[in-house]
Nanobody
């Protein structure tokens, strides 16, 4: 099993919501700022949201106000709550540290239908 395991993706209609989860080892979770990234077909992987060890957050302009990143210190898990989803949010979503330090996991597919 990888060090970073994403889950929670799926097919959702325009305007719908999904919550993604990223389970990490405790050492990775405690020692690093964490982030969600995404890669749409034909595009480069891009940073979506990041959260510091102290839980300060930062978002890409394209998702600001719609997505929320947060971390559960008891579960060593980072979440991405995605609301008001749009077709342009369709992508494979990955989590990693910020900056990236570990191999990419398989990601989780998010598909938003119009």
């Amino acid at each position: 099993q990888g060090q970073l395991v994403e889950s929670g993706g799926g097919l959702v209609q325009f305007g719908g919501s999904l919550r993604l989860s990223c389970a990490a080892s405790r050492r990775i979770f405690l020692d690093n700022d964490m982030a969600w990234y995404r890669q749409a077909p034909g595009n480069q992987r891009e940073l979506v949201a990041r959260i510091t060890r102290g839980a300060s957050t930062n978002y890409a302009d394209s998702v600001n106000g719609r997505f929320t990143i947060f971390r559960d210190y008891a579960k060593n898990t980072v979440y991405l709550q995605m609301n008001s989803l749009k077709p342009e949010d369709t992508a494979v979503y990955y989590c990693n540290t910020y900056p990236t330090r570990f191999s990419w996991g398989q990601g989780t597919q998010v598909t938003v239908s119009s």
